[in-house]
């Protein structure tokens, strides 16, 4: 028997439609390009995204169009987020900080016919413009006086300003759900990038469960600011949560910086705000120079941290410092992110700091509708005992099948479960945690060494500002672990320093063979250490003996 309720696509126009009907005047504010504050709401949001759209498809944009943006987090970024999804096209968002060798990839690839960008990315597309030959517009994502100086530049240029004059399209048109909404690569430290192609069924699905309570949390009460790139897995869905709850958003355009990111939080009064781990430490850094307080000037409640490990000594300082809860996350762009997020349990009420702060270090606990498992390398599934370690094998309805254009070859077992690539451990309540990348674990004498544990450990040390933890082949024990550090400025921490505050914090047999100290750490596009650059650059390193 069916059941007898209606079959609405969910589709994400109704998101827009949703905000502007009942959010109208929930802020959207922008540190722009060139700097200054800019704010709009939900009902102009709206407005815009339906003249782009009706611009858009008068370009004969729309269904199987692929259109590309290479852009920092703006209410015009935004715009096109809603008006290329709302017409049933493609939204391809470039993370920027690929190589020449990436983009010329991934531009042809994805066939994007459009490429909206920031003028930030001005001499980026003059450089690449003739190696992405299926471009046939290129839109500055500014007013009509950049054409001036871009103009003779760039091959077939237009402004994006100058499209809001066209006529707003009346009406979103309706499909059906499974059809592609918005295209991601990930990064590709090996071989080219792979397309992630998500729908709008599952980029809806993926927004409900984000904006639950014990998750992200987002609210017409809340104000989140979204470090977190557009570009990167759409920021991790914050913007349709937003739009679905009407909470105000803060974005911060290319204004990373700890003076601009401190800024932000205090004169919008941000409630909530997602980034990576490396955008926190230069706010730190930013704090301790300037000697500022940040619980007397900000009103932070969240810090939704991802990406890569959030070590100790953040989730610490966010409590002590901010008063502020670091919701830590584990996802990936094969999963639209969300995988696990880390809230207590009423079990854990009244825990002491010490208690609270390790839970906190893991990674979390499965979110409606991700399912996950932990397997040995025979496939065979692990106890859930907080000790067994094994490969991270995840599905449902926002988990990828087939990377795009690839749709001969499954990327599912037998089971329809998807191999992370990680390594974890999951205990009795379910709160995983995250041991290491495959690629990145240490292995020694038969046991591994967690990478994530051992650069945890050490970013607590005194006058340690990063840290990365390397395998360097080693005669007899296989691999032995190599510390490398950037010191934070003035501090003058030496190996023996570091070695003997992980004395007592880490198994002994886990100790660094070395600790070396380099002035910064290569980070990939998206913001995590470079594993592999820094294997490179150690491939000769020789350990004492
Ligand atoms: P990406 O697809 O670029 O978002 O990268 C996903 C990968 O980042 C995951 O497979 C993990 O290896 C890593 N990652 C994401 N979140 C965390 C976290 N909270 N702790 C440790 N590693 C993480």
Redesign the pocket.
């Known amino acids: 028997m069916q059941g007898l309720m209606q079959d609405h696509p969910l589709l994400i126009s109704s998101l827009l439609e949703h905000a502007e009907r009942f959010h109208p005047e929930a802020q959207i504010v922008t540190k722009s390009v060139e700097g200054q504050i800019e704010r709009g709401n939900w009902r102009q949001l709206g407005e815009r995204a339906r003249r782009l759209a009706g611009a858009l498809a008068a370009q004969g944009v729309g269904q199987g169009s692929v259109v590309a943006t290479l852009a920092w987090n703006t209410q015009r970024h935004l715009e096109l987020y809603f008006a290329v999804m709302g017409l049933g096209a493609v939204l391809h968002t470039i993370n920027p900080r690929l190589s020449p060798e990436h983009l010329d990839f991934i531009v042809n690839h994805a066939e994007d016919s459009y490429l909206f960008f920031d003028t930030t990315f001005a001499p980026l597309v003059e450089k690449m413009q003739q190696r992405f030959p299926g471009v046939r517009r290129f839109y500055a994502m500014a007013g009509a006086d950049c054409l001036a100086t871009l103009a003779p530049k760039i091959r077939d240029l237009g402004c994006y300003e100058t499209l809001m004059e066209a006529e707003p399209l009346a009406h979103w048109p309706q499909f059906e759900e499974g059809r592609a909404a918005s295209l991601c690569y990930?990064?590709g430290t090996t071989g080219n990038p792979k397309g992630v192609l998500y729908s709008h069924r599952s980029t809806m699905l993926h927004s409900c469960v984000a904006a639950q309570a014990d998750l992200m949390g987002a609210s017409a009460g809340a104000t989140v600011l979204l470090v977190v790139p557009l570009f990167?897995?759409n920021a991790w869905g914050l913007p349709y949560a937003a739009a679905m709850t009407g909470a105000k958003l803060v974005l911060p355009g290319p204004h990373l910086d700890g003076a601009s990111i401190y800024a932000l939080l205090r004169d919008e009064k941000v409630s909530m705000a997602a980034g990576v781990p490396t955008i926190w430490q230069m706010l730190f850094q930013y704090i301790d120079q300037q000697g500022l307080d940040p619980r007397a000037d900000l009103c932070l409640e969240t810090a939704v941290?991802?990406?890569?490990?959030?070590p100790r000594s953040m989730i610490e300082r966010f409590d002590r410092q901010f008063g502020a809860y670091l919701l830590?996350?584990?996802?990936?762009?094969?999963m639209s992110?969300l995988g696990v997020m880390n809230r207590p349990l009423p079990k854990h009420a009244g825990q002491d700091d010490e208690a609270r702060y390790a839970l906190q270090m893991k990674?979390g606990r499965a979110v409606f509708g991700v399912r996950l498992k932990i397997v040995d390398d025979d496939g065979l599934s692990l106890a859930h005992d907080g000790v067994a370690r094994g490969r991270l094998l995840v599905s449902g309805p926002w988990v990828i099948r087939h990377y795009f254009k690839d749709e001969q070859r499954s990327v599912l077992d037998a089971h329809g479960y998807f191999d992370?690539?990680?390594i974890a451990t999951i205990d009795a309540d379910g709160y995983l945690t995250?041991v290491d990348?495959s690629k990145d674990v240490i292995k020694s004498g038969g046991e591994w060494i967690s990478s994530?544990d051992l650069e945890n450990a050490a970013l607590g040390c005194p006058g340690i500002a990063q840290a990365a933890v390397i395998g360097i082949a080693h005669p007899k024990w296989q691999e032995r672990p190599l510390l490398i550090c950037v010191r934070l400025p003035g501090a003058e921490a030496g190996q023996a320093e570091v070695l003997d505050w992980l004395g007592g914090r880490v198994p002994r047999w886990w100790l660094p063979d070395a600790v070396v100290f380099v002035d910064s750490l290569p980070l990939t596009a998206?913001g995590?250490i470079y594993k592999l650059g820094l294997r490179a650059l150690f491939k000769d390193f020789q350990l004492p003996h």
């Open positions: 990930t990064s990167h897995v941290v991802g990406g890569s490990a959030a830590h996350a584990w996802g990936m762009t094969e992110p990674q992370t690539g990680d995250l990348r994530i998206t995590k």
